[in-house]
């Protein structure tokens, strides 16, 4: 009989091994051991920055509550380093921040969670409650919508301001200066005619108020109405003669109707009662060019550019 060549007996062989064996398995590489948890403390892996998951933020938001802001700070100031941070991050440090009375830290962080997520309306809400605990208000409560509009007005965030403001009308219509707070936003925003008429809807509420027909000038010589802004000034030195402000708006205002004599006096009276204002020296050095005295009209150009140049933050000084 006819042998078969080695070779081709081999392969034979191992043909019939491997049909016969079973299925060789994929080996699964050995898992790492899991962090250990912390009872109080959010989720961390070891040697990474903590993952900012839904459970994460809920966890750090009732540290929060439970008054452990200082601890919940350190996680998310690691947190919103991140860039871009992630999403309610810069909401949660704004709240931490705030309970802490940080509130310059807390600004920046409310203003970049507006940034992040403009209808973020929970990080708009966070400064009425903030500023209605630390003011003695219900939260929900008329004072406080107002409360929280004025200091957002400070801050420049006149969208939130204006909202805040109108709700506070609309849980209380007759509530003091709420529409005085609607001008003043309204004037920041340029939108004069609509300040105009919510400073006259305050004036019919409180007439005795000053400071009102004082912004009611300043309003009427934004949108060229000297004859008005001169009548509200003067209605403002009535009720109120030792304020400077409506003495240096009437000087203004009669300097715009060419009347520098005029002008002159009320902002000599204003000097007299404060002298570091520098936009009485300027306004008097024009009522004082426009008289022809030269070298006092100097003066006050000068003394003007001196005190605003001082009242500047110097490179050296800012830390």
Known sequence: MRRLPKLVVLRSLLAVAA???????AQKPPQPAPAPQTPDGPTATTGTAPAASTANLTQLRRMIDRGQSADALKELNALSARQPPPPGVNR?????LYSQNQFVEADAALAAALQQGPHDEEAAQLPRRAFATQYGFPPDSAPAYLLAARLLLLREYLPVA??????SLELDPQLPLAHALLGEIALAGQHIDEAIAEFEKERLRNPLNGSIYER???????????????QSLQR??????????PYILLGKVLLKRQDPASAMTYLERA?????SNYMTHSLLGQAYRSLGRTDDATREIQ?????QAASEPKLETVR
């Open 19 to 25: 049909l016969s064996s079973p299925p060789l398995r």
């Open 92 to 96: 949660l440090r704004g709240l931490a």
């Open 162 to 167: 204006q909202q805040f403001a109108a709700k």
């Open 216 to 230: 009611l000038g300043d309003a009427y010589t934004r949108a060229g109405d000297y004859t008005k802004a001169q």
């Open 236 to 245: 403002a030195l009535l009720l109120e003669p030792n304020s400077t402000g």
């Open 271 to 275: 000097e007299k009662m404060d002298p």
């Open 303 to 307: 003394l003007s550019q001196k005190i």
